[in-house]
């Protein structure tokens, strides 16, 4: 069964990010589920977000989980 999780999301570059509800699908073969209780946003999420390395928007930021 799909989960609902919080996440901070980037949908344009420079513009402000927002805490929305992301959908995680079932786990596949091979994978698991893991609760995250808190997550940072790193200095390479920043540069997602000012587009530095990527400009294919949204971003869900705080990869380091």
């Known amino acids: 069964m799909p989960q609902q999780v919080r996440g901070v999301v980037a ?6 990010v927002s805490l929305e509800t992301v959908v995680v699908p079932d786990p596949g073969p091979g ?3 893991v609760k995250v ?3 940072g ?19 869900l930021l705080g990869h380091e989980a």
């Open 11 to 16: 949908h344009k570059k420079g513009e402000p």
């Open 31 to 33: 994978e698991a589920v």
């Open 37 to 39: 209780q808190a997550c």
């Open 41 to 59: 946003v790193c200095h390479t999420d920043l540069h997602y977000r000012e587009g530095g390395i990527n400009d294919e928007f949204p971003f």
